[in-house]
């Protein structure tokens, strides 16, 4: 295989960060020796989180197995995953902000017809549901486990226990109209077409204020792992975590 170098959108403060995690964790388990350092370890997480590069690319780049590279990979996406904030942890943050914004989406899989509870009927792909808070300037606060594809948004924010976890806290937020009737804690935009009036600066005002999330959801995306999951479904959780916990630290 020929191999060439190539350059991550990601600034050197990512990298310190995780390779500074990744040291920590070699001391506490008492690892002496390994093919990469924890600053090589942390370029390969890196290049496979945000540039979507398979195992074998990245095995062949770094020259080591490919077995290893996966046991490196998801040691440190393990290792990023437990410090993302679970949803009590974010509300202590949700609650400083004078707002904050719910949305969800549909990370693409690379499932066959026969997976059915992996089919969303709404993207028309196999895939993963996963919801985030976003505060209101648009940044990540948190992002949901995720569940399987054909999972509608207001069934799966009950499932994480959103509703009641923002009416517990009587935290002002807003949604789009998927989540319709997931209670008075998510505002959604008023339901119909050629509305008008008061109805209408309504609906309109609340996409204003939503649309900010958006930003958000291009954020996870940026990282082109979860915009082509290859991996299995048990680790999409751990991965969208990890990506969180980057988002954070830097």
């Known amino acids: ?13 990512t990298l310190q960060h995780l390779s500074g995690l990744l040291a920590v ?5 008492g690892s002496r020796w ?18 979507g590069d398979t195992y074998a690319r990245l095995a062949a780049g770094f020259r080591i197995g490919i077995a290893t590279a996966y046991r490196y990979i998801r040691e440190a996406v393990d290792l990023l995953a437990a410090l993302a904030p679970r949803l009590e942890q974010a509300m202590t943050t949700v609650r400083k902000k004078a707002y904050v914004i719910l949305d969800g989406t549909v990370l693409p899989i ?15 792909y196999h895939g993963m549901n996963v919801h ?20 509608h948004d207001l069934t799966a924010a009950r499932a994480h226990g959103i509703p009641a976890a923002l009416a517990a806290e009587d935290i002002k937020c807003w949604a789009d109209k998927a ?10 935009p008023i339901r119909g077409k050629h509305l008008r009036g008061r109805r209408r600066r309504h609906h309109r005002d609340h996409t204003k204020i939503r649309s900010l999330g958006e930003r958000a959801m291009a954020i996870l995306k940026s990282w082109q792992l979860l915009r082509k999951l290859r991996c299995s ?17 830097t």
């Not at 295989?1 to 403060?13: D, N």
């Not at 026969?114 to 709404?122: E, H, L, Q, V």
């Not at 989540?179 to 959604?188: F, K, N, S």
């Open 132 to 151: 985030v808070f976003a505060d209101p300037t648009g940044h990540l606060i948190w992002v949901s486990d995720a569940l399987p594809g054909a999972t």
């Open 1 to 13: 295989m020929l191999v060439h170098p190539s350059g991550i959108v990601l600034s050197s403060r």
């Open 25 to 29: 964790h070699r001391r506490r388990i």
């Open 34 to 51: 390994r093919r990469l350092t924890c600053g090589r370890q942390a370029l390969l997480v890196l290049a496979h989180l945000r540039c």
């Open 179 to 188: 989540y319709q009737g997931a209670g008075p804690a998510i505002r959604v």
């Open 110 to 124: 690379d499932r066959i017809a026969a997976d059915r509870p992996y089919y969303s009927g709404k993207k028309k």
């Open 233 to 249: 479904t048990t680790r999409i959780t751990a991965a969208g975590r990890a990506v969180v916990a980057l988002e954070l630290a």
